[in-house]
């Protein structure tokens, strides 16, 4: 069953914490930033009920006594106990641009964060080189007490962005982004279009280690938004497309901007793709029934299979 939600709403918070109870009374609230731009972009939370967020800062920014400094714009993570007392932060820089795009966490409350970095990327005590003046995908982990793991990377001969992660009951990590031209990740090379974004999806094991990665290509841009995983570890993937797009033997057509949600079961193999007219898919997610549950925005009229 796919549910339809006719209404987004966003909270939006600006280097800042809060916390809800489960009957929406409010608990605390916490600060952190500096002087110049920051954001705090992506928050998840462990099995402890401790909260990790993502996001970046500029120059300067203090996590309560533990202060940052960045030479332009840097990443950061922060973990949080659920009493909303910092449990340790970590950053990451770039000798150019740096995005965190997404965090997760896994049954054993290690912490991933997906983006983008434009040259260089340096997490830990690893130095990341990337193509000089392209934006290159990457993938980072750190353990529960907040020491790096390790970091990987998809490169591409034009761009290449992570968006989501999802996490499965094997801890197995499924990153999905977008790409142009072409993009090689661990040894796998995929292929697109020159000039068209495609989207990737790849698959790690939880010491880093690439296990599959596909591609979502068309005759135009194909973009990807968000990626979920169910109870039976299926996984779904919804974004754009914006003329055709292949999903393995399935090829779906559109020429003004088309929804898409497909599914892929748990041996990475595609069971099916959805389509829907005249909104904009922002997030999924599924019940403990695997029914799936969509919100979004859409302008006008909205259709999705025979339902408008």
């Keep these: ?27 605390w609230v916490n600060k952190a930033g500096g002087l110049l731009l920051d954001a705090s972009r992506y928050v998840t939370t462990d099995l402890e009920n401790n909260i990790c967020i993502t996001g970046e800062f500029e120059q300067s920014a203090t996590f309560d006594t533990t202060n940052l400094t ?43 964060i997906a983006g983008n970095f434009l040259d ?65 990740i661990g040894t796998n090379t995929l292929i ?23 591609k979502i290509s068309g005759l135009d841009c194909v973009h990807s938004s968000f990626i979920h995983i169910d109870n039976n570890d299926n996984y779904y993937i919804n974004g754009l497309v914006f003329d055709n797009a292949n999903f393995s033997d399935t090829v779906i057509y559109n020429v003004n901007g088309l929804n898409f949600i497909a599914k892929y079961d748990n041996n990475d193999n595609f069971a099916w793709v959805k389509q ?16 799936i549950y969509l919100s979004g925005t859409f302008y006008g009229t909205a259709s999705i299979e025979n339902q408008t």
């Design 1 to 27: 069953m796919i549910k339809l939600t006719n209404i987004l709403f966003v909270l939006c918070f600006l280097s800042t914490n809060l916390l809800f109870s489960q009957t929406g009374s409010f608990n």
């Design 276 to 291: 829907s007219q005249g909104d904009f898919i922002n997030s999924i997610s599924t019940d403990n029934n695997n029914n």
């Design 120 to 184: 260089t990327l340096i997490i830990g005590d690893t130095v990341v080189a990337g193509p000089i003046n392209l934006k290159t995908a990457f993938l980072a982990k750190y353990d529960t007490y907040g020491q790096f793991l390790w970091v990987r990377t998809a490169v591409s001969n034009s761009f290449a962005i992570a968006y989501s992660i999802a996490i499965n009951s094997n801890d197995e990590i499924y990153v999905d982004g977008m790409f142009e031209d072409s993009l090689s």
């Design 192 to 214: 697109a279009l020159p000039s068209v974004h495609s989207v990737f999806i790849a698959k790690y094991d939880d010491l880093g280690n690439l296990t599959g990665a596909r």
């Design 70 to 112: 960045s030479q332009n714009f840097d990443l950061f993570v922060a973990k949080y106990n659920e009493s909303g007392e910092l449990i340790w932060v970590q950053q990451a820089t770039s000798t150019n641009d740096l995005f965190s795009r997404s965090i997760a966490s896994d049954t054993k409350n290690n912490i991933y």
